[in-house]
């Protein structure tokens, strides 16, 4: 079982989606049933990837031969060199369980949302599940680049059918944006692809093998501005970020809600697994880092200060993810432990706040079918239940402490403090701004007296909708109250990243730790003999 087990997790949705399609157009209510039924048993069996991960893997000395976790390997087309290679580490489990629990409740947030081409909404929705959770396991660069754009076709159709007035707009404008960026990026992979040839006289698109290439600093710089725009677009981070707001807006509930609890961390995980590994030398160049930290952080500030002038609810929520993915990529160009381990949970807590605050959204829009945020005003009144977890959700996605924000947030924070503290300085402003818009949107649309006579006699949730909020709510508690474990299962990960692009990092802090004991030793000795025998005689 455990030889394919990441197989079966990959392929298990598109095998309900095979079957999907056998299911007659008319038979709605069966449709419904056997969607949510795979994407429920997709995250079932994705679960033994947690219970059965055994973290106790080698640590930084294995560098060049990182050890991956159920890993798969076949020939696939032999003549471009390219497998059907697969396995996770700490980093991939986090955004593959993220993925598989955010896919099913998607599905489940879309009963009553959908009553037109039904079939195909849920098949299109299970065929975006098993290309998200491809990127997330892929170890072969041919591979993940086919995952990497069969996602971009269910997406396109998800906006451009089931979404809203703009909706042909927003889906080519998300289409374009995203392909200009993968062509781009396959000019880099290629670039990797030829080195190794005319390196080593075979050609591969394994990545533990493209991790051998020793390319100039010049090329990797512009190998790494190439994967650069293609992850910078997906993640999305500022100037990059205009195809995100339409996208969100138009989309259906269930569309905005995967977008940016998963296809948004398909960038930040690019960078994580391809950029600084591949390209180490590119990677720690003053400049490039010092643009990529300075872009972080205009992000973080102009996405909080767009959402304060938001009057569209949704499009508030959208442009917060810009705001908040700053954060993740600082983190990661911190190029340090606390910043990359930071990052990632932070990823993590983004798809968790963000997706409950969309479903929150589709909740209330499914009964008003407005998002302005005038036409609301005292719903604590009427829907009490509704804003209990929506203050829930937005003080998660605010960064409360004991929620899962805080410990992202504080991760990052301290790696931008040690890798730059004017970085730390300006990125603060984005944790202040944050909570500021979000307890002004809460505010503005549940407390005080109820200000639209339409909304006095609005339903409060149902069981099933309370239910879709309940695991999202205990995994934020979990995370904030004990982020102990999830912080073991990426000590290790971490630690090979930060030691590719910055050798002797560890040997260098237990050199400090090693200079700090023996100072400390000094002090504790001089202290001894100023109170020896006769010194209080």
Known sequence: MDQHLLSIVLFAPLAGFAVLLLIPGSQKNLIKVWANLVGFASFLVSLPL?????NDTPGFQSIMHPQFHFEE???????LGAHYHIGIDGISLLLIMLTTLMGFLAILSSW???????????????????G???????LDFFLFYVFWELVLVPMYFIIGVWGGPRKLYAAIKFFLYTLAGSVLMLLGILTLYFQYHQQFGTYTFEIAD?????MPLGMQQWVFWAFFLGFAIKVPMFPFHTWLPDAHVEAPTAGSVILASVLLKMGTYGFIRFSLPLLPKASVDQTIVQILAVLSIVGIIYGALVCLMQ????????????????????GIFALNPNGIAGSVIQQVNHGISTGMLFLIIGVIYERRHTREISEYGGLAHVMPKYAVI???????????PLLNGFVGEFTILQGAFEANRVWAAFSVMGVILGAAYLLWLYQRTMLGQVTNGRNLHLPDMSLREIVIFLPLIAWAIWIGVYPKPYFDVLEMPVQRIVERVRPGYYQGESGQKAKG???KAKVLEANAASVGPGAGQ
């Open 390 to 400: 929506f203050a829930i959700a937005m003080l998660s996605s605010a960064g409360l």
């Open 73 to 79: 390997s076949a020939n696939w087309i032999p003549s």
């Open 132 to 138: 998200m959770i491809g990127v997330f396991v892929s």
């Open 517 to 519: 004991k023996r100072q």
């Open 210 to 214: 493209l991790m051998k290439l020793d």
């Open 112 to 130: 009553n949302a959908i009553d037109e081409r039904v079939k195909e909404y849920y098949a299109m929705f299970l065929l975006l599940q098993t």
């Open 311 to 330: 009057q569209d609810w949704k499009k508030l929520v959208a442009y917060s993810s810009v705001s908040h993915l700053g954060f993740c990529t600082l």
């Open 50 to 54: 947690v219970t059965r991960f055994d």
